[in-house]
């Protein structure tokens, strides 16, 4: 197999993401092992070195058409699309919003065209994206709106040999349960599964959390358990997919072992993320699953209290870079 060639993006210019590139990249294994392509504006990259203290060596294009998958070289497409008076490091900008929306957006027409195999970006900030111009509820539908998919999608994180999804996501609390019902819970059941089969686990299991404290008490507590979450369960496992629960979310993360599942199912964000961020928060990685491009980036956020200082631990950024060439050799083998 031909050397893989990703696209990876610098995530937020305000953030950790130009810092974090550098470090990841400075990592000679991880540099040797694809042809990594940045996209992204030339002097946000520079900064990324000044801040992290190294120096790389890059080719600079101005087109993927410039791109040669021949030379072993690191690449860098200039979009020249920063100027360094409109962002600070460390304060949120509709500029770097603007930058990084379209340095995805960039990188996701390269893959489509076939030029990259799989996206690895650095971390955004939803905020600064929707102020530059990208009015979309996350980066998972702003992915999905550019590839025109209206369902089937889904955000998975992912850490080691542990996997978890959410039957929601990006809402405020206060909306979660009016967005629970028993066909969006066994959809997500269904996406888990069908997502852990391309990652090449047979018969995954999958473990489902309840939403309400002690998975409702018998009612005492909710009956969203009885009423919603155990009966798109039951549906499932009539469908053959192996699934159990609902388990009380305040110790399915530490009874995994006994459980002895691959996927947790989570209600809601934090359910799932704080959990995943107490056991490895430099490990985690998001991928944006269900669609046809690989999408993989860190399980973590642009860091705006220590970006600029040097502080940044590169660890998720380099899981993400190998998640990507993992789930690309996989993708791969099932041609």
Same mark, same amino acid.
């Given at each position: ?34 042809? =990594? ?28 058409? !410039? ?7 690191? =690449? ?25 929306? !379209? ?30 111009? *990208? ?7 702003? *992915? ?8 089937? *999608? ?10 978890? @999804? ?40 999958? /473990? ?16 969203? !358990? ?45 359910? /799932? ?12 990685? @998001? ?11 860190? /399980?973590?956020?642009?860091? *705006? ?27 791969? @083998?099932?041609?």
């Amino acid at each position: 197999m031909d050397k893989q060639t990703i696209a990876l993006t610098l995530g937020d210019s305000s953030g950790i993401g130009p810092e974090l590139v550098v470090k990841a990249l400075n990592d000679k294994e991880v540099r040797d092992s694809a042809n =990594w392509i940045i996209v992204g504006d030339e002097d946000v990259f520079n900064k990324g070195m000044n801040i992290a203290g190294k120096t790389l060596n890059y080719n600079k294009i101005s087109s993927i058409e !410039e791109f040669d998958s021949q030379r072993e070289d690191l =690449w860098l497409i200039d979009l020249n699309n920063m100027n360094k008076n409109d962002y600070n490091i460390g304060e949120l900008s509709a500029a770097s919003g603007k930058q990084s929306g !379209e340095a995805l957006k960039y990188a996701m027409d390269i893959a489509l065209d076939n030029y990259a195999d799989a996206v690895v970006y650095g971390p955004l900030n939803k905020n600064a994206l929707h102020k530059g111009g *990208f009015n979309f509820h996350d980066d998972l539908h702003f *992915f999905a709106d550019l590839l025109n998919c209206k369902e089937g *999608f889904g955000e998975v994180n992912v850490m080691d040999d542990l996997w978890v @999804t959410r039957v929601t996501s990006h809402i405020p609390l206060r909306e979660v349960r009016e967005n629970i019902s028993k066909d969006r819970v066994k959809r997500t059941i269904e996406f888990a599964n069908g997502i852990l089969k391309q990652a090449d686990i047979d018969n995954p299991k999958l /473990a489902v959390a309840a939403l309400n404290p002690h998975a409702g008490d018998n009612g005492l507590l909710g009956d969203e !358990e009885s009423e919603i979450i155990s009966p798109a369960i039951e549906k499932a496992q009539e469908e053959g997919i192996n699934v159990a629960g609902p388990y009380p979310s305040d110790t399915i993360l530490n009874e995994r072992k006994k459980l002895d599942y691959d996927c947790m199912i989570a209600m809601y964000h934090d359910q /799932a993320q704080i959990g995943m961020k107490l056991l490895g928060f430099n490990r985690g990685v @998001t991928i944006s699953g269900g669609l046809p491009v690989i999408l993989t980036t860190p /399980a973590h956020g642009t860091a *705006f209290d220590i970006a600029g200082k040097n502080k940044a631990d590169a660890g998720a950024m380099i899981h993400a870079m190998r998640k990507a060439q993992n789930l690309i050799t996989r993708k791969a @083998t099932k041609k």
